[in-house]
């Protein structure tokens, strides 16, 4: 078992992570909690394979199930206002507890419900997925999606805890763990090159579900968001908007896809860090072979690196530029871009014209291999 602290404070907590770590579910939330009922909130998907093994570890507990439909468009206002009111008829306390057993979306939209019901009520992460594992549970960034665009509504709220049991990740499918393993390698590029090297090396036994690998992985990864997190929980200080390597080209990819389950968040992702490091190195800032080594490296563990193979269309520039003018980082004196002056010395650059990144968009939309025939 690994315990990682996020230290925040009288709002800090702690991530576990290991095998087996819902067996001693009960026991953890009554630290937590003096309250004996505790709804669990998960989708459709997830509760047929995890929820069971949950409820058997809150042995003591009542536990109330919400159960949601699967996917991404469960991440708005209408499962929102669902989520509430089931709450509000449960007749849930501040001093209660919610336990978020998903993937993003449903950590997501039940942090931003525990956020606010009854002004604040506390809530656990469960995270699921890989990706849930190492990046959404962690930090108290919670909200839905809109017609405007990904993560606009929401609230910063930190869990009472985080547990992440690596047993949850056999169950898997390959695709979501390379869509995890993208915000996994996010961390080396950011500021770690020592990790980047580390995630090249083993990331196809990280791909493989390779136990040792799997807890190195995870642990190292919400090591370095805490500490990032600790230092600007709030994004007021430039430090945390590092998180958002690949996020500003990998949302406008998500909206130009409809939020749909053809490219998933971690699928858009990846390929916004290979085009923010193309970018990086179109703009002078690092070597253009330091770009092209992890543009291989994805494309080496079977990952989409080009915006061609997520069936983005060549003339797609303009549309692009239109959903990065909604995104929620964009202030008076424009939009900031996370860019990088190597692998591991990602840096965030408040003076990009979006007319070059437009004109970067253009050229890149025409390279790289097509979409798979489904």
Not at 18 to 25: D, P, T
Not at 88 to 98: H, P
Not at 291 to 314: K, N, S
């Amino acid at each position: 078992m690994i315990d990682v602290p996020v230290q925040l404070n009288d709002r800090s907590y702690r991530i576990s992570i290991g095998a087996g770590v819902l067996a001693s579910a009960g026991d953890r939330l009554a630290a937590l909690t003096r309250n004996r009922r505790v709804a669990i909130v998960t989708d459709e998907t997830v509760a047929g394979l995890h929820l069971d093994r949950l409820t058997a570890g809150l042995a003591g507990f009542e536990t109330v199930p919400i159960v949601l439909a699967a996917g991404e468009a469960t991440k708005g206002f209408a499962a929102l206002e669902q989520l509430v009111d089931r709450l509000l008829a449960l007749e849930v306390t501040r001093s209660d507890a919610v336990i978020a057993l998903g993937g993003g979306v449903i950590g997501d939209l039940t942090g931003f419900a525990a956020a606010i019901v009854k002004r604040g009520m506390g809530f656990v992460q469960v995270p699921t997925t890989l990706l849930a594992m190492v990046d959404s549970s962690v930090g108290g960034k919670t909200g839905i999606n809109t017609k405007a665009g990904k993560n606009l509504v929401g609230a910063f709220h930190q869990p009472l805890a985080v547990w992440a049991d690596l047993d949850c990740l056999q169950s898997l499918p390959d695709r979501e763990m390379k869509a995890g393993y993208a915000e996994i390698v996010k961390y080396g590029l950011i500021s770690d090159p020592a990790f980047y090297e580390w995630c090249e090396a083993n990331a196809a036994r990280l791909l493989a579900k390779d136990a040792a690998v799997l807890a190195h992985a995870v642990a190292q990864s919400c090591r370095a968001k805490a500490a990032i997190v600790a230092a600007d929980e709030r994004e007021t200080n430039d430090i945390r908007a590092l998180l958002n390597l690949g996020h500003t080209f990998g949302h406008a990819l998500e909206a130009e896809t409809g939020f749909s389950s053809g490219l998933l968040h971690g699928e858009a992702v990846g390929i916004g860090m290979a085009q923010a490091l193309r970018f990086s190195a179109a703009r002078g800032l690092m070597a253009k072979a330091e770009a092209d080594r992890f543009t291989r490296h994805l494309e080496a563990v079977g990952m989409m690196a080009w915006p061609r193979q997520a069936g983005i269309a060549a003339d797609a520039a303009p549309r692009l530029i239109r959903h990065m003018r909604q995104d929620k980082k964009r202030t008076s004196d424009g939009l900031p871009f996370i860019l990088a002056r190597g692998l591991g010395d990602s840096f965030l650059a408040k003076d990009v014209p979006l007319e070059a990144v437009e004109a970067f968009l253009a050229a890149d939309l025409s390279v790289g291999p097509a979409r798979a025939a489904a």
